[in-house]
T-cell receptor, first 114, second 112 residues
Framework: AQSVTQPDIHITVSEGASLELRCNYS??????LFWYVQSPGQGLQLLLK??????LVQGIKGFEAEFKRSQSSFNLRKPSVHWSDAAEYFC????????????FGKGTRLHILP | DTGVSQDPRHKITKRGQNVTFRCDPI?????LYWYRQTLGQGPEFLTY????????KSRLLSDRFSAERPKGSFSTLEIQRTEQGDSAMYLC??????????FGPGTRLTVL
């Protein structure tokens, strides 16, 4: 069965510091992978997605993620965080074969220290 | 592109009442999805439409839940005889192609 694990429920970093949010997935075939961000009271915004090709994917707001098949991981990174990056981040996996369903992880809440 | 809109944004109801939510997708998006998000969890898939056809329903969607998309444009999600466990954020998303879903702001339901 498809599943997504985000091992960190909360992460706190100082403004200007680098960030890495972890994501591991379980999927029987080549997955389609996503990172979404959700600010309080808002819907989800797509940061980036991976379907195939280059395993390092660039997204919006200066985020990037790297697909590592051998580790079943798709970690999100940003070299220097801004206070406005404080939000909840969701990793997700989809099949896009039989259905368009996306399976989300439980999320990682990012806190930024001034 | 006006984005996905949902109405209402908040709904407070008493247990046993029926509620209906509306989702307006991005125009010309033929796929529409409903998800439920409870506190501390990621969104969970409920159902999805391609045009007016409802192609998949999650086991989370009990008999009290029904979704429609009568003309392949907007969609409604109705919950009958609401229970406290139905309290959640209900998210709608739409897409033109399967690879990218655009989410609305959600409807937060509180069942007292």
């Amino acid at each position: 069965a498809q599943s997504v694990t985000q091992p960190d429920i909360h992460i706190t970093v100082s403004e200007g510091a680098s960030l890495e949010l972890r994501c591991n997935y379980s999927y029987g075939a080549t997955p389609y992978l996503f990172w979404y961000v959700q600010s309080p009271g808002q819907g989800l915004q797509l940061l980036l997605k991976y379907f195939s090709g280059d395993t390092l994917v660039q997204g919006i707001k200066g985020f990037e993620a790297e697909f590592k098949r051998s580790q079943s991981s798709f970690n999100l990174r940003k070299p220097s965080v801004h206070w406005s990056d404080a939000a909840e981040y969701f990793c997700a996996v989809g099949s896009m074969n039989r259905d368009d369903k996306i399976i989300f992880g439980k999320g990682t809440r990012l806190h930024i220290l001034p | 592109d006006t984005g996905v809109s949902q109405d209402p944004r908040h709904k407070i109801t008493k247990r046993g009442q029926n509620v209906t939510f509306r989702c307006d997708p991005i125009s010309e998006h033929n796929r529409l999805y409903w998800y439920r998000q409870t506190l501390g969890q990621g969104p969970e898939f409920l159902t999805y439409f391609q045009n007016e056809a409802q192609l998949e329903k999650s086991r989370l969607l009990s008999d009290r839940f029904s979704a429609e998309r009568p003309k392949g444009s907007f969609s409604t999600l109705e919950i009958q005889r609401t229970e406290q466990g139905d309290s959640a954020m209900y998210l709608c998303a739409s897409s033109l192609v399967p690879d990218t879903q655009y989410f609305g702001p959600g409807t937060r339901l509180t069942v007292l």
